[in-house]
C-alpha cells in the first residue's frame, strides 16, 4: 500500500514525540527507591522510650516497635528493671488498648508503656502514608521484658491466648506482623528471668501457635501477616533452640549480632566485630567475628537470615591505669580497663553513635580503625577510656559481607541511634539497593603530630598534619586504610642527607619520617600514602625531593605544584623535602646529571638516566616511550598506560615517581571532577534530536496540508 506525503508528514510528528517522550522518561527517575537484582530486607527497631525523629520511611522495608509486654497474674512489668531507679515503681496493672484497666488471661500480650505507646504507635501507623510497601511488627519480649514468657510458652492455654491476643494487636493498630524477641530460652538473661529446659521445644510451639492464628486473621482480613524471631550470635542459643524447625514457621530470623563485648569485663573489645581477630585470641584466649553468625544458624536457609547492625556502642573507663592511661599499642582494641560496676564509661557504658561522632579525635580521643575486625575505636589517653562502634565504613563491609554470603538483608538496634543525616542508615539501605541516597563518607579523621624524636601511634585511615613549635607546617600525610594497627611514627627535621645537596638548596620543610609497624614487620600499602608538602608562591621551580640512602643521592619525585602544593603518593618513607636548584651553582648542566636536558627532553624529565620520551618522563633508567611515564626501568610504551605508569622496579624507598600512577593520587586535585557524565550529554543530544525531528515533521505536515488544500 502506497503511504502518501501527508501520511509520512503524520507518521514523522508520531515518531518524533515518541523519540522526545522516551528520552524525558530517562529523566524521570524514583528519588527514594532503586531495584535489586533481588529485594533486601532493611529492618529497624523503632523504641518508644528514644523514638527517631524525622525518619525516612523509604530506606527501610520493615520496622519493629519495641516492646510490647505480657499480662501474667494481673501484671506486666519486671520487679528488676534497671532502668527504673529502686523507689519508682517496676510493675503495673495490665490494661486494655485504651489504657483502662481490665481483668486479663495470663499470657494477653499488652502495652507497656501505654501513655507513650498511645501516642508512638499511630505515628508509626502513618510513616505508610510515605512508604505503601513499609511492613510494621510489635515486638514482644527484649531483654527486660522477656521474664515471663518461659511461662506463657508452656502450656496449650497460655499459647493460644498469646496468639489470639497478638491477632488482637496487630489489628487494633494496623500492624503487619509480630516479632517475638524472647531473650533468652533455657538459658541467659536477667537473672529473674522464669526459664525452664523445656523452653526449647515450647518456644517452636509458641511461634506455631502464633503463625495458626495469624493464618485464620489472613483469610478474614485480606492481607498478611508476618512471623519473626530475634535471637542471639552464639552456639548457646543455636543449641537452645530449634533453629531448623523454627525457620520452617517464621519469614525470617534476624539476629542480633552486637554485644559480643561490652562492659561487664575490663577487657576492651569491639561490640560487633566482622571477623575473627587473632590479637584477640592471643589476649583474651578466645575471638569471635560476627561473620561466623550465617555458621552458627546453620540449619536456617540463608535467605532467611537478617544480620544485625548496631547503631550503639560500648564506652570503658579506669583504662591501663597503672601505666597512666597509655594505650598498649601492641595489644590493638584489647586493653585493660574497669568493669562497668566498677567504674561506668561515658555515657554510664552504651553511646549510640550519634554521640560518639563529635567526639572523634577531638579532646583527647583518638580515632583507630582495626583492619582485622573491619572495626573502629576510640582510645583517650588523658581520661583513661576506650569506645567501640561502628560507622559509615565498618557498616559497609558488613554490607558487603550481606551480599556476598546470600543473607536475606540487615536488621538495625536502633534507629534513633544514628547521626541527624541517618548516614548509618544511608550506608545499609543504599548498600542493599533499597534507597538510591548514598551516605556521606566517614569524616577523614585529622591529627596533629609535631616533630619529635620520639614514636606516636598512628592509625589507619587518618588525615597527620604536621607541626613545629605548634605551628602548621603546611605538611600532611594521608595514612592508608590498610595499615596496620599498633603502627607509630616519628617526624624529625632532616639531617641525613643535607651534607649532599649538590646543585640543590632547601626551599621549605625537609623531613625525615620513620615509620616503626608492628613486631618490626615490613610493611607496603596496596594503597600508597598522600604525601603533601607546602611550596612558597614565589619559589622558582621547585620540587619534591627524596634521600635516597642506598645511592646517596637526592632524586627528585615530582615539581607538579597545585595550589601552593606538591602531593604524590608513596609506599615508603625516608627523607624528602621541597628544594630549588642553587643559582650559584655553574648553571652548565655538570651537576650530578640533576640538571634538565632541555634538548633532548621535550616537556620530559630525565634524571639520572636516559629520558627520549616526548611528554614523558624518564627517571633512572631508559624510556622510549611516547605521552608516557618510565620510573626505575625501561618503558617502551607507545602512548603508556591507559593513565597510568610502567613503574618498572620501584627504587629503594618505595618511591612512585610517576605523575600519573593506578592508585588514587592526591597531587591530582585540579582533576575532571567538575566534567558531566557521559550520559548526561547523550541524553541531551538525544532530547536535541528529538525536537528537530519534531519541528521538521511538523513543517511536512502543514506544507502538505496547504497544498492539499489549494488543490481542493
Not at 16 to 38: C, D, G, R, W, Y
Not at 137 to 159: F, H, K, M, P, Q
Not at 448 to 455: K, R, Y
Request: proline share 4%.
Amino acid at each position: 500500500m502506497a503511504v502518501s506525503r501527508d501520511q509520512r508528514g503524520l507518521f514523522a510528528l508520531v515518531f518524533s514525540l515518541l523519540l522526545v517522550l522516551s528520552s524525558l522518561s530517562l529523566l524521570i527517575q524514583p528519588t527514594n527507591t532503586v531495584h535489586a537484582e533481588k529485594a533486601s530486607i532493611v529492618l529497624g527497631y523503632y523504641t518508644s522510650w528514644n523514638p527517631p525523629e524525622n525518619l525516612d520511611p523509604n530506606k527501610v522495608t520493615h520496622i519493629n516497635y519495641a516492646f510490647a509486654d505480657v499480662c501474667w497474674e494481673g501484671e506486666h512489668g519486671n520487679p528488676d528493671n534497671e532502668e527504673i531507679p529502686d523507689d519508682e515503681p517496676k510493675t503495673w496493672s495490665c490494661k486494655d488498648f485504651q489504657g483502662n484497666e481490665a481483668e486479663l488471661a495470663n499470657g494477653t500480650i499488652v502495652l507497656y508503656d501505654y501513655e507513650t505507646d498511645l501516642v508512638e504507635l499511630p505515628k508509626l501507623a502513618q510513616l505508610k502514608n510515605q512508604n505503601k510497601d513499609l511492613k510494621t511488627l510489635i515486638s514482644v519480649g527484649g531483654w527486660t521484658l522477656s521474664n515471663n514468657l518461659s511461662l506463657v510458652a508452656r502450656t496449650d492455654e497460655t499459647r493460644e491466648t498469646f496468639a489470639q491476643s497478638a491477632v488482637d494487636f496487630v489489628r487494633e493498630f494496623d500492624l503487619d506482623g509480630l516479632d517475638l524477641d524472647w531473650e533468652y530460652p533455657v538459658a541467659a538473661g536477667m537473672p529473674n528471668n522464669h526459664r525452664d529446659p523445656s523452653d526449647k521445644e515450647n518456644h517452636t510451639l509458641l511461634l506455631q501457635a502464633v503463625r495458626d492464628a495469624f493464618n485464620e486473621a489472613e483469610k478474614e482480613d485480606g492481607r498478611e501477616y508476618l512471623v519473626t524471631i530475634a535471637g542471639a550470635a552464639t552456639w548457646a542459643y543455636a543449641e537452645n533452640n530449634e533453629l531448623g524447625k523454627i525457620a520452617e514457621i517464621v519469614d525470617y530470623m534476624a539476629i542480633m549480632s552486637y554485644d559480643i563485648n561490652g562492659t561487664w569485663t575490663g577487657l576492651t573489645g569491639h561490640n560487633s566485630p566482622l571477623y575473627f581477630d587473632p590479637l584477640e585470641e592471643q589476649v583474651r584466649g578466645w575471638s569471635f567475628g560476627i561473620a561466623s553468625t550465617p555458621n552458627v544458624y546453620g540449619a536456617v536457609p540463608k535467605d532467611k537470615l537478617l544480620l544485625g547492625l548496631p547503631f550503639y556502642g560500648h564506652s570503658w573507663a579506669g583504662c591501663n591505669e597503672d601505666n597512666e592511661g597509655k594505650k598498649v599499642m601492641e595489644n590493638g582494641a584489647y586493653q585493660q580497663c574497669a568493669a562497668g560496676w566498677e567504674k561506668p564509661g561515658l555515657g554510664g557504658g552504651t553511646l549510640n553513635y550519634d554521640v560518639v561522632k563529635p567526639l572523634i579525635n577531638q579532646d583527647g580521643y583518638h580515632y583507630f580503625f582495626d583492619n582485622v575486625a573491619k572495626v573502629p575505636y576510640l582510645y583517650n589517653e588523658s581520661k583513661g577510656e576506650f569506645i567501640s562502634y561502628d560507622n559509615v565504613e565498618s557498616l559497609g563491609y558488613k554490607v558487603n559481607f550481606i551480599k556476598e554470603t546470600g543473607l536475606a538483608g540487615a536488621m538495625v538496634w536502633d534507629l534513633a541511634g544514628d547521626d541527624e543525616d541517618y548516614n548509618l542508615l544511608k550506608t545499609v539501605s543504599y548498600g542493599l539497593g533499597v534507597s538510591n541516597e548514598a551516605p556521606e563518607p566517614d569524616p577523614v579523621p585529622e591529627v596533629e603530630i609535631g616533630l619529635t624524636d620520639e614514636f606516636a601511634p598512628v592509625s589507619a585511615g587518618s588525615l597527620l598534619k604536621v607541626l613545629k613549635d605548634g605551628e602548621a607546617t603546611g605538611v600532611q600525610i594521608q595514612l592508608p586504610t590498610d595499615l596496620p594497627e599498633g603502627t607509630k611514627l616519628k617526624i624529625e627535621e632532616a639531617t641525613e642527607g643535607m651534607d649532599k645537596l649538590s646543585g640543590l638548596k632547601a626551599d621549605g620543610p625537609v623531613y625525615t619520617f620513620t615509620f616503626e609497624y608492628p613486631d618490626g614487620e615490613a610493611f607496603t600499602s596496596e594503597e600508597g600514602f598522600g604525601l603533601t608538602f607546602p611550596v612558597k608562591e614565589d619559589s622558582n621551580d621547585p620540587a619534591l625531593y627524596y634521600f635516597n640512602s642506598e645511592d646517596g643521592e637526592w632524586e627528585k619525585v615530582s615539581n607538579e605544584v597545585a595550589q601552593n602544593e606538591i602531593t604524590v603518593i608513596v609506599s615508603h618513607f625516608s627523607t624528602f623535602g621541597i628544594f630549588v636548584e642553587d643559582e650559584e651553582i655553574d648553571n652548565d648542566g655538570s651537576v650530578d646529571g640533576n640538571k634538565e636536558d632541555e634538548d633532548e627532553d621535550d616537556n620530559g624529565t630525565g634524571t639520572g638516566g636516559n629520558g627520549d620520551d616526548d611528554n614523558g618522563t624518564g627517571t633512572g633508567g631508559n624510556d622510549d616511550g611516547d605521552n608516557g611515564t618510565g620510573t626505575g626501568g625501561n618503558n617502551d610504551d607507545d602512548n603508556g598506560d591507559d593513565n597510568g605508569t610502567d613503574k618498572g622496579k620501584d627504587d629503594a624507598n618505595g618511591i612512585d615517581k610517576g605523575t600519573n600512577n593506578d592508585k588514587t593520587d592526591a597531587g591530582e586535585k585540579s582533576g575532571s571532577s567538575n566534567k558531566l557524565p557521559n550520559t548526561a550529554t547523550n541524553l541531551y543530544n538525544m532530547l536535541a534530536v528529538g525536537f528537530i525531528v519534531i519541528l521538521v515533521g511538523a513543517g511536512l505536515f502543514i506544507y502538505q496540508r496547504r497544498k492539499e488544500l489549494v488543490k481542493e
